[in-house]
């Protein structure tokens, strides 16, 4: 039977979101770890239906709206886990204000450090070549992660994200966007899911993906509270560390299907393709994302506002931010190398060998004292990108 796999696929993503689904409308009480288990399970599988949707949305939307707002979907889940605990932050204070931070550095730091390795490994090993070469394209990402992640350095020395801070951050997303809409992109080639529901006849598609879009929102937005609360319970009663959990497991399980929507990419040899789906995400991520929380932290309080960083937010910035500023020394030259990857993957892990402020601090200083030196070899190549994106000002 044709698309016999894809639609085992869909199947399978609908079938994780049922028992949290049926759950939370017959209102079943878990145990922490458990609710958090099944609301999570939830959640990756709404985010699937979302992704699949997304892309199969770019057949009938015009390619400008799809940039600007099918992208932005993509990322949803991600941006619904932070968005409750920067609303919590406001309405209850506490820890939460720590919470908020925590998930969109883990986010951050996840998708460089992990995706970006993996990915590049995964077309390395397809194309038996120990070193990856990106398009042109690319360098309108790169620039706006450049100076994203400079302007960044700022927020963990003020030890607060203002409300200036959103209004600059949120101003290099819309830029971006404004001028992704005018770079040359690769056509449309749907793959996997979504080439199963482009073969759709046109009412039944455009009907599958309101009806996916739908139904990925409505799952995401009863899962998200029990899903972020029950971590923090279950980290509780583990004796696990609260920071550590809303850091690094929420973002595993928002995250992945663009992990492995890249991954899909690169296996099929589109290579600037999958690498460029995650760094469209960080740039999302490292703008949109850090701007929004302020506001709807504010939102929340009522009245405006300044999100407050304690001394171990302020680190975990200020090393995100390290990390940003390697990423984009390390694709300044539109190169990938095994050797550049699994720098990346081990100074990712190294933050797990030691959790203190000695050693966020020390990763802080050694991200920056490579990253500095290559940023300063290569300025040709950051001229290179910046002429790129005033040509794309320009059209």
């Known amino acids: 039977m ?26 079943i009480k878990y145990v922490p770890h458990v609710e958090a288990f099944v609301a999570g399970i939830a959640v990756v599988g709404a985010a699937f239906l979302l992704s699949w949707a997304a892309e199969t949305a770019e057949m009938d939307v015009p390619r400008s709206l799809s940039l600007a ?5 993509a990322v949803l889940p991600e941006y619904a886990v932070d968005m409750y605990f920067a609303w919590m932050a406001g309405k209850v204070g506490g820890d939460y204000i720590h919470y908020a931070a925590a998930n969109m550095t883990g986010a951050n730091r996840l998708l460089l450090g992990v995706g970006w390795s993996l990915v590049a490994f995964v077309a390395m090993l397809k194309m038996r070549r120990k070193e990856i070469s990106l398009d042109e394209g690319i360098r309108l990402e790169f620039f706006i992660l450049l100076v994203a992640s400079l302007y960044c350095f700022l927020i963990p020395l003020r030890g ?15 830029l971006y966007v404004k001028l992704a809409l005018k ?38 937005f009863i899962s998200v509270e029990a899903f972020a609360e029950g971590l923090i319970k279950t980290a509780e009663n583990f004796g696990i560390d609260e ?70 937010q302020r680190e975990e910035v200020l090393l995100t931010a390290a990390q940003s500023l390697l990423g984009v020394a390390i ?20 933050q797990f060998v030691y959790q203190g402020v000695e050693m966020r601090l020390f990763l802080s200083f050694l991200y920056l004292a490579i990253a500095v030196p290559i940023i300063l070899r290569n300025l040709k190549e950051v001229k290179k990108s910046y002429e790129f994106v005033r040509t794309l000002a320009r059209r």
């Open 2 to 27: 044709r698309y016999l796999k894809e639609r085992v696929f869909v199947a399978l993503a609908v079938f994780t979101t049922i028992p949290w689904l049926i759950s939370f409308f017959i209102g």
């Open 69 to 73: 707002v099918v992208a932005l979907l």
């Open 160 to 174: 607060k994200i203002l409300l200036i801070d959103s209004v600059v951050l949120i101003f290099l997303y819309a």
């Open 183 to 220: 770079a040359p992109r690769e056509e449309f080639e749907p793959a996997g899911v979504p080439a199963y529901f482009c073969n759709l006849p046109t009412r039944k598609r455009r009907v599958s993906v309101v009806i996916l879009m739908l139904y990925a929102a409505l799952i995401i």
């Open 243 to 312: 920071f550590l959990m809303v850091q690094w497991i929420a973002p595993l399980a928002s995250e992945s299907p663009e992990f492995i929507v890249a991954m899909y990419l690169v296996r099929k040899l589109r290579v600037t393709a999958g690498i460029n789906a995650l760094v469209s995400s960080k740039v999302n991520q490292w703008t949109l994302l850090i701007g929004c929380l302020v506001i709807v932290y504010s939102i929340a309080l009522a009245y405006p506002s300044d999100l407050p960083l304690d001394a171990r």
């Open 331 to 350: 694709i300044i030259d539109l190169r990938l190398s095994f050797y550049e990857a699994a720098l990346l993957l081990f100074l990712f892990l190294l």
